[in-house]
């Protein structure tokens, strides 16, 4: 596709519900990034993958998160037992780069995001 | 952990009027990136500049990096309502493919 898409939009879960957010990459973008951004902070990385493979999930908060691309393509990162605090807009980048230096003379591309709400 | 710091955190100018922001960081890094974010939408890349550089331009768009004070900064000439935003700083480090964003300065143009 054109952009970088992200479903749902919005998600609104009750604590202790498992919920799963998608992210639809660029066609072709090798490296894809899962980022946290709580309100009126900057995004905080979560966790990043070249291709199908994870090579890096240093900025998953808990074992509560778990994040697959298992084709190359399509992400999807799933919280488990949703707590108050994994409130927070979570925004999917794509990059066309790999390799050492992120996106070297390229940027990223971030789709709309989804925020979650647990109430 | 957020590796960059903007500042100032919040900036409210009059239309026609130059925007500066300013970048600080704490390791050495590969390249530095500034990106624009308007409420509830995704980052839009700007602009990238590499280590080994030291000023670039993109229309409206001014970057400045000095590495020796780890700081960057960005200026937006003759601003337009439009250009109200909250905009950030990522940084990259050699060796390492995800970029380090900062709490990022929020700017209001007012027509």
């Known amino acids: 596709g054109a952009g970088v898409s992200q479903s749902p939009r919005y998600k609104v879960a009750k604590r202790g519900q498992d919920v799963a957010l998608r992210c639809d990459p660029i066609?072709?973008?090798?490296?894809l990034f899962w980022y946290q951004q709580a309100l009126g902070q900057g995004p905080e990385f979560l966790t990043y993958?070249?291709?199908?493979?994870?090579?890096?999930k240093s900025g998953l908060p808990s074992d509560r998160f778990f994040a697959e691309r298992p084709e190359g393509s399509v992400s999807t990162l799933k919280i488990q037992r949703t707590q108050q605090e994994d409130s927070a807009v979570y925004l999917c980048?794509?990059?066309?780069?790999?390799?050492?230096?992120?996106?070297?003379?390229?940027?990223?591309?971030f789709g709309s995001g989804t925020r979650l709400t647990v109430v | 952990s957020q590796q960059g710091e903007e500042d100032p955190q919040a900036l409210s100018i009059q239309e026609g009027e130059n925007a500066t922001m300013n970048c600080s960081y704490k390791t050495s890094i590969n390249n530095l990136q500034w990106y624009r974010q308007n409420s509830g939408r995704g980052l839009v890349h700007l602009i990238l500049?590499?280590?080994?550089?030291r000023e670039k331009h993109s229309g409206r768009l001014r970057v400045t990096l000095d590495t020796s004070k780890k700081s960057s900064s960005l200026l937006i000439t003759a601003s337009r309502a439009a250009d109200t935003a909250s905009y950030f700083c990522?940084?990259?480090?050699?060796?390492?493919?995800?970029?380090?964003f900062g709490i990022g300065t929020k700017l209001q143009v007012i027509p």
């Open positions: 993958f070249q291709n199908e493979a994870q090579l890096d």
């Open positions: 980048a794509s990059s066309v780069a790999a390799g050492t230096g992120a996106g070297y003379g390229y940027g990223y591309t």
């Open positions: 500049i590499r280590s080994n550089e």
């Open positions: 990522a940084t990259s480090r050699r060796g390492y493919q995800k970029v380090t």
């Open positions: 066609s072709g973008h090798v490296s």
